[in-house]
């Protein structure tokens, strides 16, 4: 999509401070965190949201799973216990219309949902 902040991203026209990627998935930092470590990981594929996903995305949604314990594993929370949270549409919470998933981590997280 030509206005998608991610996609842009994906594309390096916004600069970001990508922490994982290959040919499918990017992850890189929240540029607002809620936590000392707030990654996003997002499919290259644009997908607006939960919503939107069909039968012929369920790999990459499986794999999303598994480069989000990479992730939790590079940026060193993989055994401390991280949050991963993804919104869908605006009552969700979800500001950006591209899947996302939140990976939180970096203090012991409570109740509160982001």
């Known amino acids: 999509m030509e206005d998608c902040i991610f ?11 990508i ?3 290959d040919e499918e998935i990017i ?13 996003l990981i997002i499919p ?10 069909e039968k012929e995305d369920e790999a990459l949604v499986g794999k999303i799973y598994t ?3 990479k992730v939790a594993d590079l940026v060193g929370v993989k055994e401390k216990g991280y ?3 993804v919104n869908c549409g605006k009552d969700g919470g ?6 996302h998933f939140h ?3 970096g203090k012991q997280l409570g109740e509160k949902i982001v």
Not at 44 to 53: C, E, F, N, P
Not at 94 to 99: A, G, R, T
Request: with cysteine.
């Open 7 to 17: 996609c842009k991203i994906i594309k390096r026209e916004i600069p970001s401070e």
């Open 19 to 21: 922490v994982y990627e």
């Open 27 to 39: 992850a890189f930092k929240d540029i607002q965190p809620a936590a000392p470590i707030h990654i």
């Open 44 to 53: 290259k594929k644009h997908i607006a949201s939960l919503v939107q996903l």
């Open 67 to 69: 480069v989000i314990n």
């Open 83 to 85: 949050r991963v949270i």
């Open 94 to 99: 979800q500001e950006v219309q591209h899947l």
């Open 103 to 105: 990976l939180l981590a």
